[in-house]
């Protein structure tokens, strides 16, 4: 019990901290803690991890008894950050120390402190996250404890559906700044559009441990920005999963020329209209590039709308599901007076469309269903019979959210019934 510490990086304001006091007092671990220090400890090189707020602290346990104590896990959630970036960066602090000094079979703590009345969602995510990560791996059983000072919990992780689900739901209105997306492609195969900037940095790592560890299948890990993987982790992550592959960068401002030309010979081909190219690109690269488009389509649709949700009938079951353009991919590729930028940035904007189950989908895309001043619209292509099937069977709204419309959403929509002759 004599060489205890608790090691804050870069947070001297933590290391007087009244709570962090508190706690430890109700630990009681205060004769074993000799100092709190603000220092360096973890010289953690790695570009990617310099955000990192704070770090931990150990506790190793025999038969319940506290053996030693280096390192607790420490987080705190400001209400002002409604990003929470506190609880996962410090985490992966913490397996960027686990990987480099190889510190396995020993007893962690997290504490969070919660400064504030309501703990969020995205809070409550993270720590879930923690926690399982925590109970796989090689560490020790009954290894984390969360200390906070209210029941937190109001997630529970039963599987990746389920994160994949909260972490679009968190998406929503956040288009500023990037949010990280899981498009649970099918039960082989998961891609990970991720943004490896400051505020989602730990989030992202996060998500990718809890996904090695809980998905069995395929993991495709995009970036949207320019990135360059830490060797190291991503070795440590590939002994947890082998199916893991990191696929690269997408820019999602600036036009992808080549991936753009191989989807429009996928529509050609598909339409059956030949097309004039030297080269013809292999279907595997179609089917590539059609993943990173969509991708950054659907992360554009859920910054809007959040999860996969029909905006007509509620179904959520990702599977039915599909990301509607309003105004048709093939109509965008087809026109002529517009620049190639323009034409990449209709096809993923995410006001150029809904989530929609597949039946309303078709119903959309066949007309039977127009958006117009600001409601949708059952038209008079149907019959008694369908319209009696569509608004009394199928559809549980036609309104939607006043703040989901705005004039380049409506300019969509016009374009939409202009197919119509409305
Ligand atoms: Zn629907």
């Given amino acids: 019990m004599s060489n205890i510490k608790i090691v804050f990086k870069r947070d001297s304001i933590l290391a007087n901290d009244k709570l962090l006091k508190e706690l430890i007092k109700t630990m009681k671990l205060e004769n074993c803690v000799k100092e709190i220090v603000d220092n360096n400890f973890f010289s953690i090189e790695n570009e990617n991890f310099k955000l990192t707020k704070f770090t931990a602290i150990i506790i190793r346990y025999e038969n319940d008894k506290i053996l030693e104590c280096d390192f607790i896990l420490t987080s705190r959630e400001y209400e002002a950050d409604s990003r929470n970036i506190f609880i996962s960066q410090g985490f992966i602090s913490f397996m960027q120390m686990f990987v480099d000094k190889k510190m396995d079979n020993k007893n962690f703590v997290l504490f969070v402190f919660k400064q504030y009345k309501n703990i969020s969602l995205s809070c409550s995510l993270h720590i879930e996250m923690i926690r399982n990560i925590f109970k796989s791996l090689s560490f020790n059983k009954e290894v984390l404890n969360v200390y906070a000072q209210d029941d937190i919990f109001n997630c529970e992780l039963k599987n990746i559906e389920n994160l994949s689900y909260y972490r679009n739901e968190l998406s929503k ?250």
């Avoid at 549980?396 to 409305?422: S, V, W």
Wanted: net charge positive.
């Fill in 173 to 422: 209105k956040n288009s500023s700044n990037k949010s990280n997306l899981l498009e649970l492609l099918d039960a082989n195969e998961i891609s990970l559009l991720l943004n490896f900037g400051a505020a989602n940095n730990g989030e992202a790592w996060l998500i990718i441990i809890y996904c090695s560890i809980y998905f069995k299948g395929q993991i495709n890990i995009y970036s949207i920005k320019e990135f360059k993987m830490d060797k190291n982790f991503l070795n440590f992550i590939k002994k947890i999963n082998k199916k893991i592959f990191f696929k690269g960068w997408i820019n999602s401002k600036k036009v992808p020329t080549e991936e753009l030309n191989a989807i429009f010979k996928e529509v050609h081909y598909k339409t059956d209209i030949t097309f004039e190219n030297k080269k013809t690109p292999t279907l595997p690269e179609i089917q590539e590039a059609i993943r990173r488009y969509s991708l950054i389509y659907h992360n554009n649709l859920i910054s809007k709308y959040g999860s996969k949700e029909c905006i007509l009938c509620d179904c959520n079951n990702p599977s039915l599901i599909v990301g509607a353009h309003i105004k048709r991919f093939s109509d965008i590729k087809n026109q002529e007076n517009i620049s190639l930028e323009q034409k990449y940035k209709e096809i993923v904007d995410g006001d150029n469309g809904f989530w929609f189950c597949s039946n309303h989908d078709k119903l959309f895309e066949h007309g039977y269903i127009i958006f117009h001043e600001n409601r949708f619209h059952i038209t008079e292509k149907c019959s008694e019979e369908e319209f009696k099937y569509i608004v009394k069977i199928t559809t549980k709204k036609l309104k939607i959210n006043k703040e989901l419309i705005n004039e380049n959403f409506i300019n969509y929509t016009l374009e939409h019934k202009k197919r119509f002759g409305f």
